[in-house]
């Protein structure tokens, strides 16, 4: 996004305040992103998940789909990340996710791609400056099928906030 700042010149921004966001809205965020082997081992260990579906081929080679699955926690936490850049880059708190639901497998090699809808915008009751914003994502491998899907909701400042 754009802001002007001056005669012919510009700034760039990241993330949008209250005021940017519309109930209604879709946003398709950019760039996807390929898992790697790599991706899909590192991340696995680091959150400690030992599930052998997540990182031994032999044991993915005998189990209902025929190879490693891609942790599901890796799944949900790339495509949050997606959405950083687009909704939430300067957000005062990310206040929580809901109704994470897991629709499709995701393998090493896919590509996954985000788009998020503005379910809902209120001002917040604790924090009269700042406003909570609600977006339903989804994760969508290059070939059209939806892995997960999620609720998530944020505040960001209100520039159009006057104190009392």
């Keep these: 996004m754009l802001r002007k700042v001056g005669e012919n010149e510009y700034q760039e921004e ?9 109930t209604g809205m879709t946003i ?3 760039p996807g992103r390929t898992l790697s082997e790599a991706d899909n081992t590192w991340l696995t260990l680091l959150t400690m998940n030992q599930h052998p579906l997540h990182f031994d081929k032999a044991y ?15 799944t949900l936490a790339l495509v949050s990340g997606m959405t950083v850049q687009a909704l939430s880059a300067r957000a005062v708190a990310n206040l929580g996710w809901e109704t994470v639901r897991l629709k499709e497998p995701l393998f090493v090699g896919d590509t996954l791609y985000a788009i998020s809808k503005i379910l809902a915008k209120r001002p917040s009751k604790s924090q009269p ?3 909570i914003i609600t977006v339903e994502t989804r994760g969508i491998k290059s070939t059209g099928e939806t892995v997960i899907t999620f609720e998530r909701s944020f505040m960001v400042r209100r520039r159009d906030y006057r104190e009392p």
Excluded: P, T
Aim: hydrophobic fraction near 25%; charge should be negative; charged fraction near 25%.
């Design 14 to 22: 990241h993330g949008g305040d209250y005021e940017d966001f519309e």
């Design 28 to 30: 398709k965020h950019w």
């Design 60 to 74: 993915g080679a005998q189990a209902e789909y025929g190879r490693v699955l891609v942790n599901s926690s890796i």
């Design 129 to 131: 400056n700042n406003g």
